[in-house]
């Protein structure tokens, strides 16, 4: 009787233990269960990241052949750019013998283009105008002194060439010139000016910058 008893008693502590324990079981199963969704969430993360890694190499090729697009459309950017370095300087000369700018800047050997427009109204004999772009140290007292006995070669001196980088042609009213040149490789200031007899005393000169 007296072990009948604490079998008795026993029977439900043992029962309640087996409870417990698959309780526990049970609770091991929840705590597990986060683990593996974990794992599954850590499984579909890296699916993720894999779609990921997929999607950006999708994308990385599809960026580089956009580059490549660019690329090859980008010889013509290059070219748009190189055209865009062309430093294109318009110049305007009028009867009062004076050029709009009296100073210009482009970069050594860079490709330069000048316009050049007689805006005046007074005839080519009196008051036509050039744009000469002498050399560095060129003597300008003694290129304008000869180009004042140069009416035949449009008061451009032969004798004078070598000084010359570039020059329009001598405009009447109304008229226009263009020419392209490369800037010097040597920076430093240059002059330019318009050899028509007079002009460069009166002031039809200015300083072309080469950076
Ligand atoms: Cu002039």
Known sequence: MRSAMPQKCLSPVINATASRVKRAESLTQVIARPANLCDSARSTMKLNTLTVSLVAGVLLL????????????????????????????????????????????????????????????????????????????????????????????????ASMQDQIIAHTKLLGPKQTDEITFKAPTEPGEYVFLCSFPAHYQAGMKGVFVVQ
């Open 62 to 157: 599809a960026g580089c052949g956009k580059k490549e697009e660019s690329a090859s459309a980008g010889s013509g950017a290059a070219n748009s750019a190189n055209a865009s370095a062309v430093a294109t300087l318009e110049f305007t000369a009028n009867d009062s013998m004076k050029f709009n700018l009296n100073r210009a800047e482009v970069k050594a050997g860079q490709e330069v283009k000048v316009i050049l427009t007689n805006i005046g109204s007074m005839p080519k004999a009196a008051m036509g105008h050039n744009w000469v772009l002498l050399k560095k140290g060129a003597d300008i007292q003694a290129f304008d002194k000869a180009a004042i006995g140069a009416a035949a070669t449009d008061y451009v001196p």
